[in-house]
């Protein structure tokens, strides 16, 4: 089975600042999609970037990018000129590719950011 | 763009009672996901549907019940509540056939939130 972990159960970054969040899984698939997603105060899941395990190039999406890096099991996601609006929980999740798999999606524990003005 | 659509949005029910939890999901998706986030916990994934036919099993206790209908929403039956029942229950879909499908995430509904007395 396949697990994610998230170890910072929280972080802190001043308004404009970067901030990394570190994501790490384990699995013995070798075609899988890996996510962040975003939980504000409201309890949406909103989607925030994704990659595929068979791209080598990480996935940006505006002020978000990711580092993946697939031998060490590790995804990363950086959080670039951050804003009020970024605080929230992150989830990273993964996902099986493989046919005949099933494709639910597994998270780890969350990090709850927190955007200092 | 059409989004998943879940309700009620909040439900208060009594232990013993049941519950019963409603899915639309985006149009032309095939996969129907449900999930359990109790309090300060990641999503559990609980049950999924393709093309009105469970797919997946999780952790879903054997006093929960879903099924798919013709029209593709699903429900989610709940019965015997617990306190432990209390939790944000997301649904999700996405399609999984297709061209490109591997490429497709899940969309999140805005979850329902029972509240168990």
């Known amino acids: 089975a396949q697990t994610v972990t998230q170890s910072q159960p929280e972080m802190s970054v001043q308004e404009a600042e970067t901030v990394t969040l570190s994501c790490t899984y384990d699995?013995?698939?070798?075609?899988?999609?890996l996510f962040w997603y975003k939980q504000p105060p409201s309890r949406q899941m909103i989607l925030v970037i994704r990659?595929?395990?068979?791209?080598?190039q990480n996935a940006t999406e505006n002020r978000f990018s990711v580092n993946f890096q697939k031998a060490a099991k590790s995804f990363s996601l950086k959080i670039s000129d951050s804003q009020l609006g970024d605080a929230a929980m992150y989830f990273c999740?993964?996902?099986?590719?493989?046919?005949?798999?099933?494709?639910?999606?597994?998270f780890g524990k969350g990090t709850l950011l927190t955007v200092n003005p | 763009a059409a989004g998943v659509i879940q309700s009620p949005r909040h439900l208060i029910k009594e232990k013993r009672e049941t519950a019963t939890l409603k899915c639309y999901p985006i149009?032309?998706?095939?996969?129907v996901y449900w999930y359990q986030q109790g309090p300060g916990q990641d999503p559990q994934f609980l049950i999924s549907?393709?093309?009105?036919?469970?797919?997946d099993k999780g952790s879903i206790p054997d006093r929960f019940s879903a099924q798919q209908f013709s029209d593709y929403h699903s429900e989610l039956n709940m019965s015997s509540l617990e306190l432990g029942d209390s939790a944000l229950y997301f649904c999700?879909?996405?399609?999984?056939?297709?061209?490109?499908?591997?490429?497709?995430?899940?969309?999140f509904g805005d979850g329902t939130r029972l509240s168990i007395l």
């Open positions: 149009p032309r998706h095939d996969t």
């Open positions: 549907f393709y093309e009105k036919m469970q797919s």
């Open positions: 999700a879909s996405s399609l999984t056939t297709g061209v490109g499908w591997s490429n497709q995430p899940q969309h």
């Open positions: 999740a993964y996902r099986s590719a493989e046919g005949g798999s099933n494709y639910k999606l597994t």
């Open positions: 990659q595929e395990a068979y791209k080598q």
């Open positions: 699995t013995s698939e070798s075609d899988y999609y």
